[in-house]
């Protein structure tokens, strides 16, 4: 009887690396994929809650619009006239009861575009820092390639925050007083955003200021994020020293003013006229976040390592 004779250790080795090493591809495709798979998912997720946030933030602003024109003065007198009417009438003519139907849909149907806004502007800050923190755990590994998928990635965040920060108000005022009889009268009432005030200024003749604010809360921010992202796809370090050099002379164009800018021209466009009541829309606080995550964006550009760059990987994952 013959003893089978023992195999070398090349073979050994061989067959035993060779199922290690395509086992262990095999899990890294794996992850690779399903990180891929999230991001594109959470990329999909807030455009479409950005889109709702606009939506339903720009519906509501309508709806409070449609709301206070009851409460105008001309408005006020002509439900007092129905009331009147209505009693006279013991409910025969039922204007004013309509008329106090019609106000409480429209205060329904603001609440509830209010209550969506706010549930989607809530959810997609919650994902976004939650995405944000996951890739900067996993971007505490060493190496430019992982740092240039995380800022590609706050880039990302930013400009999801800076289209729901030009296109949702950002500002509503409201002007009344207290009358005899007719109680409380709104005499004016508007709802502001960035594009929404700079059309207003064009509109209004004030084409310098509207010029300003548009090249400084729209061109300015786009520039920059597109050059951000050249920096970044740079796969040679001059060409990411130039994007960064004009990063680093836009960027001396403070976001935190054009805010400011914004917020200020916002009140003052709708004239001084004694509004008694202002509130603050989603708008502000998406730009407000664009702003710190481009920062931060610049500071990791700044910080890649400034030796001779290799090919940057695709930042998908």
Request: with cysteine; glycine share 8%.
């Amino acid at each position: 009887m013959s003893v089978p004779r023992p195999q070398s250790d090349d073979c050994i080795c061989n067959r035993f690396g060779y199922h290690a090493g395509a086992s262990s591809g095999q899990r890294l495709l794996a992850v690779s994929v399903f990180q891929r798979i999230i991001c594109i998912t959470f990329y999909l997720l807030s455009a479409l809650l950005a889109v709702v946030i606009i939506s339903n933030a720009s519906a509501a602003a309508d709806d409070y619009g449609a709301l206070y024109e009851h409460f105008s003065p001309s408005n006020r007198a002509d439900n007092k006239l129905k009331s009147v009417l209505e009693a006279l009438t013991f409910g025969l003519y039922g204007g004013a009861s309509r008329a106090d139907n019609e106000i409480e849909a429209i205060v329904a149907s603001a609440q509830g575009h209010e209550r969506r806004a706010n549930a989607s502007a809530w959810l997609l800050l919650g994902l976004s820092v939650v995405f944000v923190a996951w890739r900067s755990l996993r971007a505490r590994r060493p190496g430019p390639c992982v740092i240039r998928t995380l800022t590609a990635h706050v880039l990302g965040v930013s400009l999801v925050f800076l289209i729901v920060g030009l296109l949702a108000p950002i500002l509503s005022l409201v002007a009344y007083t207290e009358l005899a009889v007719l109680g409380r009268v709104v005499f004016r009432y508007e709802s502001k955003g960035i594009l929404t005030t700079v059309l207003e200024l064009v509109g209004s003749g004030n084409l310098f200021i509207a010029a300003v604010l548009f090249l400084f809360s729209v061109v300015t921010p786009a520039i920059k994020l597109i050059l951000a992202f050249m920096a970044i796809e740079s796969p040679h370090l001059e060409g990411r020293n130039r994007y960064v050099g004009f990063i680093s002379i836009i960027g001396k164009w403070s976001m935190a003013d054009v805010l400011v800018v914004a917020i200020l021209l916002a009140y003052f466009i709708t004239g001084s006229d004694g509004f008694s009541d202002s509130w603050l829309g989603p708008g502000l606080y998406f730009f407000a976040g664009y702003c710190l995550l481009s920062l931060t964006a610049v500071q990791l550009i700044m910080h890649l390592p400034k030796g001779n760059a290799s090919p940057a990987p695709p930042t998908s994952g």
